[in-house]
Structure formats: C-alpha cells, structure tokens
C-alpha cells in the first residue's frame, strides 16, 4: 500500500539550532511532494512543494526540502529555527500516475525553546 | 482571500445522534477531500470528489459515514449514528487539478460523549 513515513515524531530544539525532519514515500512513480504545517489550533498551510525540475526546493519561512529519487525521501531543512516555528508538520505524497490522492504521513511534532 | 469555509467549528453530540459537516470549496476547485485528524492515527483521507463525482472513498467506515456533493459549492461529511470513537478533527480541504496543492479548511472538532 501507499505510505509516507516521517521518522520523527517529536523533535525539540533551542532556538537557532538546524532543522531537519525526515521523510520517506513508497510510491513507485512519478510523484509530486509537500510539506504542510500546521501551527497550534490551526489548520494545515503549504509549506513548499515539488512537481519537477530542481530537485532543492524553497518554501516560506526560510524552510527548504531536497527530493532524493534514489532515496525515497523528501526531507525538510531550515538552517536556524526559530520560537514561532513551534507546529506540526507533515509530509505529503501524491503518486501522478495513480489517482490523484494526497497521502499524509503521521507528522511531526517541533518545539523549540526560546 | 479564497478560503475553505468549514461549518461547524465544533460541534458536541451524544453517541447516536447524527453529525452533519458542510464544506464549502474554493471557488473554481474541482477537487474536494475530507480527512479525519487524530493523535494516534494522524490525517487519514476519508474520500475525495473530482468534479462532484466520487473517486475514493476507501478511506471511510461505510456503515455509518456518507459524502456527497450536492453540487459545486458544497460538500457534507455525515455520521448516523456517531459513536464517541469518531471525537476527532475533521478537515476538508480543495484542489484545482491532480497533483496540485490542497488548501485546508479550519476544520470541524466533533466530540461525541
């Protein structure tokens, strides 16, 4: 079956400190990828997302994502966190040549000390 | 500024009774989902419209849970009979086209007792 698996279920970091949280996908095709966050009491936001071409992709807020093919993994960095980074975040799949479904991992959970 | 509109908000119900959730998409979308939030199981897709139609709606217990859409503008989650294990957030959320972004409502937070 289809799955996005995010390693991290709960991270806590100090302000400043690099970020990465991990995810992996078991599509085999053609995909398209995200990152969503969902900060406390909120609904989901896009974060960035990837459909082609360079696979270092940007988002808001300083946040960027590297799709590796050979890995299976869309990871999500940001070099300096900060306190209002504070949410949840998801990683999400949508397999191009299946159906159009968007499959969510189980999130990630960041706290970061002031 | 083009948003997803959940109603209701939150919503507390006694087991048995039924639960009806109303999305209203984005204007011009033609892709609506409905997805289930928990803390132990995550965002589990319930079903999915494209152009009104049912695509999959694997994701949802048949014997108590019903989607539709009865036209453009609005689509409902319904419960008969809700049960306290269905207590969760639930968010619709549309899309233009395969493959592009969802944008997310509020959601609803059902609490059954």
């Known amino acids: 079956a289809q799955s996005v698996s995010q390693h991290n279920h709960h991270v806590i970091l100090s302000e400043a400190a690099s970020l990465e949280l991990g995810c992996n996908y078991s599509?085999?095709?053609?995909?398209?990828l995200f990152w969503y966050v969902q900060y406390p009491g909120q609904h989901l936001q896009l974060l960035l997302k990837y459909f082609s071409g360079d696979p270092l992709v940007k988002g808001i807020k300083g946040f960027e994502a590297e799709f590796i093919k050979s890995k299976f993994s869309f990871n999500l960095r940001k070099p300096s966190v900060q306190w209002s980074d504070t949410a949840e975040y998801f990683c999400a799949v949508n397999d191009q040549n299946r159906d159009d479904k968007i499959i969510f991992g189980k999130g990630t959970r960041l706290h970061i000390l002031p | 500024d083009a948003r997803v509109t959940q109603t209701p908000r939150h919503k507390v119900t006694e087991m048995g009774q039924e639960v009806t959730m109303r999305c209203q998409p984005i204007?011009?979308?033609?892709?609506v989902f409905w997805y289930r939030q928990t803390m132990m199981q995550g965002l589990e897709l319930l079903a999915y419209?494209?152009?009104?139609?049912?695509?999959?709606d694997s994701g949802m217990p048949k014997d108590r849970f019903s989607a539709e859409m009865p036209d453009a503008t609005l689509a409902t989650l319904k419960i008969q009979p809700s049960e306290p294990r269905d207590s969760a957030v639930y968010f619709c959320a549309s899309g233009f086209q395969a493959g592009l972004e969802a944008f997310f409502g509020q959601g609803t937070r059902l609490t059954v007792v």
């Open positions: 204007l011009g979308h033609n892709t």
């Open positions: 599509y085999g095709g053609t995909v398209n």
């Open positions: 419209f494209r152009n009104r139609a049912p695509l999959d």
